[in-house]
């Protein structure tokens, strides 16, 4: 899952999120699932100059119509996802007060 990106790459959309204890996210995609002629990719990028994985907060990806997911990413400091956009996912909250989970998102296509 970590991206290696060349110029074929056109970004549309960023987003930088920020999540807090017991602020939990829902699962969703970020291209509608039906775009199969589409290369719709996004890059996930942890910005968190530290994280310990007992803070909790992964990126746990599903495949359709499944409730068990079939990968879980902990939110480590300077990582790069790059995953199909269609692909159902959410973010779980840090489980410590004070702590502050952020990531930056770029969504786009390869051409």
């Known amino acids: 899952m970590i991206a290696t990106l060349d110029g074929n790459f056109k ?11 017991c602020q939990p996210s829902k699962r969703h995609t970020d291209f509608y699932p039906g775009t199969s002629d589409v290369k719709a990719t996004t890059l996930l990028v ?12 992964e990126t746990l990806f599903y495949l359709r119509g499944e409730e068990e997911p ?3 990413i902990f ?3 300077g990582k790069l996802l790059d995953y199909d956009g269609r692909i159902r996912h959410h973010a779980l909250p840090p489980n410590q007060p004070n702590i502050l989970r952020t990531t930056l998102v770029i969504q786009g296509t390869y051409a």
């Open 11 to 21: 970004p549309w959309r960023y987003l930088l999120n920020g999540q807090i204890q």
């Open 75 to 77: 939110p480590e400091p």
């Open 70 to 72: 079939i990968a879980s």
């Open 46 to 57: 942890y910005l968190n100059k530290e994280w310990n994985n007992d803070w909790s907060g």
